[in-house]
């Protein structure tokens, strides 16, 4: 009777480091390299929208369609900041009377205002629709998935543990260079 348990019990770990951890391993590897592809995919979409210096929904709507080949569901946010100077004049018509004081003054605009520039509410598809940057802003994007990944759902089975669902999270951003229009 031992002998038989023995033998079942040395079946089962047998099936689990032949077949479910190297499989567990191959879908962390899948995450992995979806990381990567999310973060070229990322970098190609702010590197374009800083060098030409604004943003489309034809550009937009192709980002989204190339993560969402990976198979997962994103969350996209954008962020821009445009700095401005203002100069303290005792008379603004004399530059001579510059006080060498300024103030800096900063505007952040998130994603829910670049989306209603790009995809108004109110008004039909149009591909003329631009959202524009000054030189020396700052754009950024964060990328993170919203469902579960295949790997995460298997380690939930087998550690019997619960793992967070954002597990490919990746920002990027930089210095707008060029302002085209």
Known sequence: MSETLSKIIALIIAVFLLYIFPVENMLTRKDDITRVFVLNETAEFVDSVRNLGYVTPLM?????QAL???????????????GKVDPYYIDPVDITSFQHNYKV?????????????????????????????????????RVTNRNKTTAAKVQEFLYMISVPAKRIIVNYGGMVRDETY
């Not at 969402?68 to 445009?82: K, L, P």
């Open 68 to 82: 969402s080949a990976t198979g997962n569901n994103y969350d996209i946010y954008m962020e821009h900041r445009h």
């Open 60 to 64: 937009y709507l192709q980002f989204a």
């Open 105 to 141: 003054s900063r505007i952040t605009v998130y994603t829910e205002d670049i989306m209603e520039v790009l995809f108004p509410v109110a008004a039909p598809a149009s591909e003329d629709r631009y959202y524009f940057f000054s030189k020396g802003d700052y754009f950024s994007v």
